[in-house]
């Protein structure tokens, strides 16, 4: 399921160019275009979902994946060891922009706590 609108959408469909990272049956990863750390991969589902208040039990094990995703490529590029975060916005206040759950890999500096 997609959203015709949707740029990940676009970019997951090929039509739109990406510089691709990674890609399964259920996501795709990619570089963000305005990073936002030295290494910044945005990790896509394939299914249109529009932020993680619209996650159900269903896609538990989608979530669970995008996640373990999100370690293989930090071992696969090499920055694992050297720490990284994952991050999601969820609504504009928190800052989403692309209205596609989605999850930003950040690494290649040390990080301020937020938290």
């Known amino acids: 399921m997609s959203d015709t609108n949707c740029i990940f959408c676009k970019i997951i469909h090929g039509e739109i160019p990406s510089t691709k990272v990674y890609e399964d049956d259920l996501v795709y990863a990619f570089r963000d275009i305005s990073p936002a750390a030295p ?43 050297d720490g990284y975060r994952i991050i999601n916005n969820c609504g504009e206040n928190a800052g989403q922009t692309v ?3 989605h999850f930003h ?8 706590n937020l938290v």
């Open 39 to 81: 290494e910044h991969i945005l990790i896509v589902p394939k299914e249109h979902i529009c932020c993680a208040n619209e996650l159900e039990q269903k896609h538990e094990a989608l979530v669970g994946h995008i996640i373990l995703t999100a370690a293989k490529i930090a071992k696969d590029l090499g920055f694992a060891d």
């Open 105 to 112: 890999l950040l690494a290649g500096s040390e990080f301020t």
């Open 99 to 101: 209205f596609h759950l």
